[in-house]
Structure formats: C-alpha cells, structure tokens
C-alpha cells in the first residue's frame, strides 16, 4: 500500500497504519531536505483536509495497543503470531509495529572498505546518539516512567535480530560477516506466487540446505525478504539504514540525517569519531540500549558519560557539514541542521523532558491538547 510522488519520494502504510516517507536517493542535504520537507508538508494538508492530523513524535501518545488498526496484509498476521510464540523477549512487539515513529537515514557505500568503516561508525555511535534524541515518554494516555518508551519496548522484539549488530562494532569483511549473521536466523514469512505464507522456524542455512516444504528452493529475492526481516540498529543491505533514532518535533527530523552526512561523508570526521569510540565494545553498547530509554544523557557508556560523547560527536558531525560547504556540497544553512540536538547537549534537557512538561501542563484538560502541540503542519486533530 503506498504512492509515489513525482519526486521520487514514496508514501506507504506501516503494519500498524502509520505513514511511512521515503525520499528519493539525494547527492545532498541542501536538496534532500527542501524535497522531504515539501513532501510531508503536502500531505499533513492533505491529512487535515480529512480531519487527520500527522503527528512527529517517538510514539503515539494516546492510543493504546489494542486499538491498532492494523493493515490488511497476511504477513501482519504472520509477524504477530510469531512474536507472540517467542514470549516475553517478543512481548512487545506488536506496540513496536504498531505505535513507534522513528526517524531513519540510509547511506550509501562504495566498496567494502567504506562499509567496514561506515557500518563501524554508525553501530557504535547509534546507541549514544540516540540518548538526544529520546522523545517518547508517553504511552495510552499516560506517562511511562522512561524518557523513550519506543526504544524501552524494541528490547523485547526479537533479541536475535534486534539491537546491537555485534559484527559491526569492528569488522574486516562485513558482508562475509552479514551472511553468517543472517544465515543463523529464521525466516518469519516468504513471499512466494503472489501469495505471503508462514515458513518454518529453523535456520535460513537449513532452509539453503533442503529447501521449503513445498519443495521449492530459495532464491535471491527469498534472501532479500529474509535481510527485511531484521531490524537491528543499523540493518545491512544495498544501503546502510540507521534505526535508533525516536522522531523529533516537526520539522527537527532534518537534523538526524544532517548528523550522519556530517560524520559518514567527511573522512576526517569518521575518521575522528572512530578514535573517540575505538574502546567502546559489543558488551558496553547492549548495556547503553537498555540504559538509554530510561536516562537519556544521563546513561553511560564503558564508564564515559553519555552526554560528553554525545556532544563530541556533533562537534564532529558540524565539523563535517562545514567543510561540505567549503567544498561546495552543500549550501551553508546545512550546519544549522544540528541546531536542535547542539542545544539537547548544551542544555542536558531531551525533547521528552520537554514533552513531559508540556504533558504536565496541558493534561488536565485533554491528552489531545498535547496532540495538537506535535502535529506536523500546524493541522489540528478534529
């Protein structure tokens, strides 16, 4: 379910019915921003005109999990059914599909090299920077007692395939490393002639071994289904697609992208970033994901504070984004992209503590009050 726009860009429905945007592939944030910015402008319009309201925060603030109206496909079905056989570690799976906006950057690689070090960066700074940009304290109405409760609630999805990518912190061969990764994992659903089915749980290598049930083999297009049914911090395919981000106040989301082109695309940068994280391990990153949604900056990482890291990593970031505009990449507004999360850093205060204020404040009368203040757009909710 989804359109595409003349852009490039594309407009599809999530499992839960959120509205997920995607832009077309840009050489720059001086084009990519203006494009995305028209595009979700147009349809929070067009939302409005329908008595909608587009909301641009970390998770639906009143809507509880059993009023999730779910999308009429058969694979929902078959990811609901199998994250509830998992038990606990899958128990809040469904309030994941369902209620979570995040926002998300894909970049691109050139050689394995440039993945190894890419993939590197943004598995060992997702965790950290994700502590400035926690914004969902709320959840059914009521506050949640955590700072994120979107990132709190991915810790019981999948372990297996969630979280921290443990080949990424340090890896000479990724794509070798993805394969092996992948291969240890089972497939939720297939898409097979024209029809969505459940497959066995066992090893995709077992299923490389002998085949489906129906005595078909795999082929490439099974194990790209397969690589979309991971969903780790960082999730490796033709691109590389950053999760760890909760969605900030419109129109803030530009800033997690700006963070990104600022550290992946400037040598020296990514360069600096590696060093400044060349201690954090595997062990320090998995305790930092569940440290994060409960204090934000507060939370550390093999020791370090995270707000210290946080900000040395946008200082690098900005420093990135500078001399793209020496190079005449970008046009010189783009290091003011940062702005937002520059001042999360100096202040110490996340944009959840500020919602929670903002929650204090208008609460009394309505939840929807506090709606109205994250609706993208200016577009009330009728």
């Not at 109405?141 to 395939?161: E, I, K, M, N, Y």
């Amino acid at each position: 379910m989804g359109v595409a726009l003349p852009t490039g860009a594309r407009f599809s429905l999530e499992l839960g019915g959120a509205l997920e945007y995607s832009s077309a592939a840009f050489s720059s944030l001086g084009a990519l921003i203006p494009s995305a910015v028209r595009d979700i402008g147009h349809a929070a319009r067009v939302a409005d005109r329908i008595g909608l309201a587009l909301l641009a925060t970390g998770m639906l603030p009143v809507t509880p999990v059993d009023r999730i109206p779910w999308i009429p496909k058969a694979r929902v079905e078959i990811m609901r059914n199998y994250f509830r056989e998992l038990g606990i570690a899958g128990s809040l799976a469904e309030s994941v599909m369902g209620l979570t906006l995040s926002i998300q950057t894909t970049l691109d690689y050139f050689s394995e090299e440039d993945l190894a070090s890419k993939l590197s960066l943004l598995v060992l700074a997702s965790p950290i920077l994700a502590a400035a940009f926690v914004n969902s304290p709320f959840e059914a109405g009521a506050v949640t007692g955590v700072l994120s409760r979107r990132l709190h609630c991915w810790q019981r999805v999948d372990p297996a395939r969630c979280g921290v990518l443990p080949f990424g912190v340090r890896s000479a061969a990724p794509g070798g490393d993805l394969v092996d990764w992948a291969l240890q994992l089972p497939m939720i659903y297939r898409v097979h002639a024209g029809r969505t089915t459940t497959v066995p749980p066992v090893a995709f290598s077992q299923i490389l071994l002998n085949g489906f049930d129906d005595g078909s083999r795999p082929d490439l297009f099974d194990w790209e289904c397969h690589l979309s049914q991971v969903w780790p911090h960082v999730r490796v395919r033709k691109t590389l697609e950053t999760r760890a981000f909760d969605a900030l106040p419109w129109p803030m989301f530009s800033a997690a992208p700006a963070f990104w082109a600022g550290l992946a695309y400037d040598d020296r940068s990514l360069a600096e970033a590696l060093e400044l994280l060349s201690c954090v391990t595997v062990e320090h990153l998995r305790d930092l994901t569940s440290e994060v949604p409960i204090k934000g900056l507060g939370a550390t990482c093999g020791g370090r504070s995270v707000l210290h890291l946080s900000a040395e990593l946008l200082r690098l970031a900005h420093r990135g984004l500078l001399r793209r505009v020496e190079q005449n990449i970008e046009p010189s507004w783009v290091p003011d992209l940062l702005d937002p999360l520059l001042d999360v850093v100096t202040s110490g205060v996340t944009f959840a503590e500020r919602s929670l204020r903002e929650w204090g404040e208008s609460v009394s009368s309505s939840p929807l009050s506090f709606v109205d203040a994250v609706t993208i757009g200016g577009a009330r909710r009728r």
